[in-house]
């Protein structure tokens, strides 16, 4: 008879085995659903403190003095199915004074005119302290996301904000 007795307390061990292992499935699934929606959480592009923009009384004076050359782009698949495109360009410090700070925007336009997408950098003083009279400069912006049914036509890369000393 002891035989009689095992069978329903194997059925019971069982169904608590799969209530727990299904209650841990949810919490686990819960915890990385949040760790992955913080980080995908978008954060305001950053913005040069301070700067020189348009609208300003120097922006007139100084814009054509900060010159950049012609944009230039790659582009390559990535593993995840989109597409990366790099702007390049090259900025010159005419202004006769130090670049102490630069802010930089680069779009990727349809045959609009109209941004597909964007991306605004600050490059000085992150990517170098800064850009000195009559130097010039390399700037890479790397726009991510593009699928093969976006709308590019064209590349536009823009001062949108300086410092001076």
């Known amino acids: 008879m002891p035989a009689e007795h ?11 085995i799969v209530v727990v292992a299904a209650i841990a499935a949810v919490v686990i699934g819960g915890f990385f659903y949040l760790l992955l929606r913080k980080s995908v959480a978008i954060s ?6 301070g700067a020189i923009r348009p609208g300003s009384p120097d922006w007139d004076k100084y814009i054509k003095l900060v010159a950049l050359d012609d944009p ?3 582009e390559a698949k990535r593993a995840l199915g989109d597409t990366v495109m790099t702007l ?8 006769g004074r130090t670049l102490t700070g630069l802010e930089v925007r680069g779009a990727v336009v349809d045959h609009d005119g ?5 991306r605004t950098v600050v ?3 992150v990517r170098q302290p800064e850009l000195d009279p009559n130097k010039t400069m390399r ?6 996301g ?3 049914e976006d709308d590019r036509a064209n590349i536009k890369m823009e001062v949108t904000g300086f410092t001076l000393r």
């Open 6 to 16: 095992s069978i329903p307390e194997e059925k019971s061990r069982t169904t608590l």
């Open 88 to 95: 390049h360009t090259t900025v010159r410090n005419f202004a």
């Open 123 to 125: 490059v000085i003083p």
């Open 114 to 118: 109209k941004p597909v997408k964007e």
């Open 44 to 49: 305001p592009p950053p913005t040069l403190q």
């Open 146 to 148: 593009f699928t093969d």
């Open 139 to 144: 700037v890479s912006i790397l726009i991510d």
């Open 72 to 74: 230039e782009a790659d």
